[in-house]
């Protein structure tokens, strides 16, 4: 891991210092479904002083860039009243629940960035719910939380009645993603009852090394947090850790933390970017075996399709698909067919091979069907099993391979 030591003129927003460590760069270009790619020039950043990890500001992640992005990009539709108990986001989604309830069990809760629905569905159980989320999604999840008594916004945080309280305000998997933390960490705390908790889920830097894979290194991620830069963070806004864990926690790269108005009696012991780096380099170690194992699988997997005269099939063609293409060796070319559930993407083009959707797998009858996914290898192959007689595939769960 190549390291360079700068001096910023961008103060730490955690500990206010100047002085960082450069460690990773990269440049990803993001394909939109409507109008030009986009391209992102990854830069990050390590606080010397307190570990705080930061993407380096460039023209690149702009405002405008950014919610170009987002706009532009292809989520796959989760309807919250219809997914089964055991998928993993209703798992996450109580998971989550019961981390809230050990410290509050009843009252009011707003959810900031509601997403699918699904966590508020669950918490509707036990708490009178809200839900904001600026985009305004897929209409069938608001009307089915509005269902559910679940009152839903579609308008930015900002601009949310601050006279609303809540006992519990909290916000998951979205941190990261903020460029200013503290401004909207600071709308945040003006929603939560004197006696409330802010709660709030990141990715935990202390966690990459057992999730093994290149999307802890995400464009979408601004901000890198482990729990001492975090609480270190919510210090700064007169904002004390109640309770936090990281075992087990949504897809096993996360924490938990919940947080209560007041000073800390002692102060954060912060680690210092040395600590970080380690952490970091250790995870990019095993991130390199893994992209080599992912070569030799993949390379493995064309040659005794094409050796045995099978056809070839992908199903998911996001993140792992195309880290698998630029990273790893795999050719459009090598595959036959590409499916894909997400609605945007059936039957756009990828380097001139059309994706279909799922349905239309059972008529071509690959012998190998490659699942391209992180957390929903189970739920994919179901799906695929839904549409061929059992053992007419080979479905390989890769990024279990590269694990291996």
Do not use: W
């Not at 570990?51 to 292809?74: H, M, P, W």
């Amino acid at each position: 891991m190549n390291v360079s030591f700068i001096t910023s003129k961008r103060p730490c927003i955690a500990c206010g210092s100047a002085g960082f460590a450069r460690f990773y760069t990269n440049k990803y270009v993001a394909e939109l479904i409507s109008g030009p790619s986009l391209v992102f020039d990854q830069s990050l950043e390590c606080c010397y002083e307190c570990g705080l990890v930061r993407q380096e500001e460039n023209k690149t992640y702009s405002a405008k860039n950014l919610s170009a992005y987002y706009k532009g990009i292809a989520r796959t539709p989760v309807k919250p009243g219809a997914i089964a108990k055991n998928d993993k986001r209703s798992i996450n989604a109580r998971k989550r629940l019961d981390f809230i309830r050990k410290q509050k069990n009843k009252g009011t809760l707003l959810e900031i960035g509601f997403g699918d629905g699904v966590f508020l569905n669950e918490a509707a159980k036990h708490f009178t719910c809200t839900g904001l989320d600026p985009s305004k999604g897929y209409k069938y999840v608001n009307d089915y939380l509005a269902s559910k008594g679940i009152k839903v916004y579609n308008t930015a945080l900002e601009n949310f009645d601050a006279k609303n309280k809540y006992d519990v305000v909290c916000c998951f998997l979205v941190l990261e993603h903020i460029q200013n933390p503290l401004a909207f960490l600071k709308q945040l705390k003006k929603h939560v009852k004197p006696g409330g908790l802010l709660v709030l889920e990141v990715p935990d830097i202390d966690r990459y090394k057992h999730f093994n894979s290149e999307t802890m290194l995400t464009h979408e991620h601004v901000y890198h947090y482990t729990i001492k830069t975090l609480s270190h963070l919510l210090t700064v806004m007169d904002m004390k850790l109640v309770s936090y864990s990281n075992k087990n926690i949504s897809y096993g790269f996360s924490l938990l933390a919940a947080f209560a108005n007041g000073r800390p009696k002692s102060k954060t012991t912060l680690s210092g970017g040395f600590e970080t780096l380690q952490v970091f380099e250790g995870f990019m170690d095993m991130r390199d075996s893994y992209r080599a194992k992912m070569q030799v699988a993949l390379s493995d997997i064309v040659t005794k399709a094409q050796q045995r005269g099978q056809k070839l099939a992908v199903y998911g063609t996001g993140f792992l698909f195309k880290f698998a293409q630029e990273k790893c060796g795999l050719k459009t070319n090598d595959v036959d067919y590409l499916f894909d559930d997400t609605p945007e993407k059936a039957g756009t083009a990828l380097d001139g091979k059309k994706i279909l959707p799922l349905a239309e797998i059972a008529a071509l009858n690959p012998g190998v069907v490659i699942v391209f996914s992180e957390m929903f290898f189970n739920l994919m192959k179901n799906n695929i099993e839904k549409h061929l007689p059992a053992g007419a595939a080979d479905i390989v769960n890769i990024h279990q391979k590269s694990q291996e």
